[in-house]
């Protein structure tokens, strides 16, 4: 390497001086003799830290999709390249996809427990952007250091209004921030809170009216204006689900056009469920007159939520599409009577609902409007929601392979261009993420197409994904050779500019 600089040097430097000549033959020898010695060596050979040799890479940016070797340091991509490479470590990736690490916008489940499961499942970057937290510097703190995958957090609407109003529902509000419209009083603090969040670095703003019934047209306008002015998205799980939910994306359009703010609609399928094509037929129109809205889903005909929150007050019946058999208690398998409704429903906790078909989840997956978000929720004693380890490896198996219903450029990119550009106006850092190039975060997986399959179920929902073979975050295996690697915390916080 050293011999082919200097030479290179050597042929810019002005002829004539008895010195550059001498040291351009010298040079030249040497060359000669390391080049007849290494002739089948590395051409591009520098120090990378990793490299990932002979796999077929799809980036959904520049739509390559060849045959390149990959090169890393210092966490970061330095070489995509038909030449060979060399690296302290080496991946062979012959006959397996690499692409960019998938990023899912919507988990709630920021723990350890689930970031391994994410990580298992192709996930490079994890965020909580629709319920979000009152307090993003703590909520950072808590995990810094400690993430396997990066991670990452919008200022909530939903438990700052908790906080205002001290209600003291677990995660979700089961008293008077569900209950009790705010005052112009509380306005204000709510809009003060939001800003403050946004000024340490949240990377949008969450909202839930669907959690949050007694909240205003005019008090989810007020919060959209302060998520206007500081270029955040605003996550939102729409007020109403099925048919009545065509107004409650009226409902936020309207704020988004009137504002100025970003809007993304949260989990499209289970809140549009049969009203799904219309719901993003809205969508496609809005965004047709130059409205900024975008939208994701999960590949599941089930959700799950708290039993104890406004979803489930009277009537859940009609707004839902469901009735009590179509509930699901996880601890203990059983579909729910009116009687073990009322139960657990005073006790408080997680519960499955059984809402939408395979064709409307079909819809949302396969159309070019929807990124992939898993929607996951935090595993308790090994309860939970599949969703949280399955849906990429999922949408690669189900949509990709077996149905060919979503071409695999496409799945790849739902799952981390789009998610990556939903938020790189605000958060920067985003722009180095969802691509494979150089410059670029070395996030990425390598997976074996053939075989890339979701083992969670609803009865055993946190089994890990199979056919990730390799997952770096930020250049570290945290996955390798298919095979979690135990204790690594590589991830990083993802923050918009901290004011
Ligand atoms: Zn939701």
Sequence with gaps: M?????????????????????????????????????????????????????????????????????????????????????????????????????????????????????????????????????????????????????????????????????????????????????????????????????????????????????ASHWEIQEMFRVAAKNNAPSHVHLREAREPAIGALGEVIAAAAITGAPLHVVHINSTGTQWTPRLLQIIGEARSRGLDVTTECYPYTAGMTRIESALFDEGFQQRLGVDYKDLQWPETGERLTPETFARYRKQGGGVIIFSNTDEMVRVAVTSPLTMIASDGIAFQNGKGHPRAAGTYARILAQYVRKEKSLSLTDAINKMSLMPAQRLERRAPVMKNKGRIKVGADADIVVFDADRVTDKATYDRPTEYSEGFKHVLINGVAVVKDGKLQEGLTPGRAIRAPIK
């Design 2 to 214: 050293k011999t082919g600089n200097a030479n290179r040097t050597t042929l810019f430097k002005p002829p004539g001086s008895f010195h550059a000549i001498g040291v351009a033959l010298i040079c030249l020898s040497i060359a000669v003799v390391v080049g007849f010695r290494r002739s089948a060596a590395p051409v591009a050979a520098q120090n990378f830290d990793l490299v990932i040799l002979n796999g077929r890479v799809i980036d959904p940016e520049s739509k390559l999709d060849a045959v390149r070797n990959i090169g890393v340091r210092d966490g970061r991509i330095q070489a995509v390249t038909t030449k060979p490479l060399n690296g302290r470590t080496t991946i062979d990736a012959k006959g397996l996809v690499v692409a960019p690490g998938f990023i899912d916008l919507h988990e709630h489940g920021q723990i350890p427990e689930n970031y391994r499961a994410q990580a298992m499942d192709g996930v490079t970057s994890s965020f909580e952007l629709e319920v979000g937290t009152a307090d993003v510097d703590r909520w950072y703190a808590e995990r810094e250091g400690k993430a396997a995958v990066n991670f990452g957090v919008s200022i909530g609407h939903i438990p700052t209004r908790m906080a205002v109003m001290n209600d003291k529902g677990e995660w979700l509000p089961s008293g008077p921030a569900a209950t009790r419209p705010a005052t112009e009083a509380e306005i204000d603090e709510l809009k003060k809170r939001i800003e403050r969040g946004l000024n340490r670095g949240a990377v949008a703003v969450g909202f839930g009216p669907a959690y949050t019934p007694a």
